[in-house]
């Protein structure tokens, strides 16, 4: 903006108002928990480094992972919204990335990333999250359902994610055995491109790792 007067609106996106409140994405920080259908797996690592942006280097096993998951996120300035508006806070996901270092630092990048609400998809834009929605299942039971046992040892669970009359994701794994939390697998940095094309021939498009 050319015009030096002081931006009189308010939100965490668009559309912005006088009081933020019509904001797809809701005030950060985010808060978030919920469970997790992770899939550790090893891949050629040839194939790994072609959906790699460069200077982003493939880990040399070419390890990667699926996760098919169940989120709840609450904005920090509001936790309430999870009982006044639990359709603003709830939404299910599917991932698949790659393990890689930049610099020697090791990490993860996400090469393709589904949600079931368009202000998750929103919000990941935001980091470079290549988003998109999809329709995402997870096996869930409830706690107080008279006749299936609650997920544990022993449990079959699957998660599935398609989009556009497509199975892109299907993850199916038995429990054999409970571990503790520490076993599970680390992130590390997660490395992202945010990316904005070119609106015309005066304007460059825009590119960040």
Wanted: hydrophobic share 35%.
């Amino acid at each position: 903006m050319t015009d030096k007067r002081e931006f009189n609106l308010e939100g965490c996106s668009l559309p912005f108002t006088p009081e933020g409140k019509a904001s797809l994405v809701t005030e950060t920080p985010h808060h978030y928990g919920g469970q997790f259908l992770f899939v550790d797996y090893r891949a050629d690592v040839i194939e790994v480094a072609k959906f790699l942006p460069a200077p982003l280097e493939p880990d040399p096993e070419g390890r990667a992972f699926a996760i098919v998951n169940e989120l709840f996120c609450v904005p920090g300035n509001n936790p309430g919204l999870i009982h006044s508006n639990p359709e603003r806070t709830q939404y299910t996901e599917g991932v698949v990335a790659v393990r890689c270092s930049y610099k020697g630092e090791p990490g993860c990048y996400m090469t393709a990333l589904w949600v079931t609400r368009d202000w998750s998809m929103t919000f990941g834009q935001y980091f470079g999250w290549p988003k998109k929605i999809a329709n995402v299942h997870l096996t869930r039971v409830p706690p107080l359902h008279p006749t299936l046992k609650p997920i544990g040892v022993g449990s079959n669970v699957r998660g599935i994610v398609s989009r556009e009359g497509y199975r892109l994701l299907d993850l199916s794994i038995q429990l054999d055995r409970k571990e503790e939390d520490t076993a599970a697998p680390q992130f590390g940095w997660l490395y992202s491109v945010r990316f904005f094309p070119s609106m015309g021939p005066t304007l460059p498009e825009v590119k960040q790792l």
